[in-house]
């Protein structure tokens, strides 16, 4: 069962890269201009980079402060 990269269907995988990259670049430039979070910054940054489009994704629901 070998498989090379020609067998990868990079027309799916690619647009799913592509988001996930500006998700990434959106939250962590939200993080950066953001005063207070839900939480240390630093494991904000942690759980936005390791967890990539979850943690993007939790950080936008549940990591950022509402502005007053």
């Known amino acids: 069962m070998n498989m090379s990269w020609s067998d990868i269907p990079w027309n799916i995988i690619m647009p799913l890269l592509v988001i ?3 998700l990434m670049v959106v939250a ?3 993080l950066d ?3 207070s979070t839900n939480g240390p910054k630093g494991l904000w ?3 936005i980079i390791l967890l990539n489009m979850p943690g993007c994704i939790a950080y936008f629901l549940i990591g950022r ?3 007053r």
Do not use: D, M
């Open 20 to 22: 996930q990259l500006i």
């Open 65 to 67: 402060k509402e502005q």
């Open 33 to 35: 201009k953001t005063e």
């Open 28 to 30: 962590l430039v939200s």
């Open 45 to 47: 940054l942690a759980i």
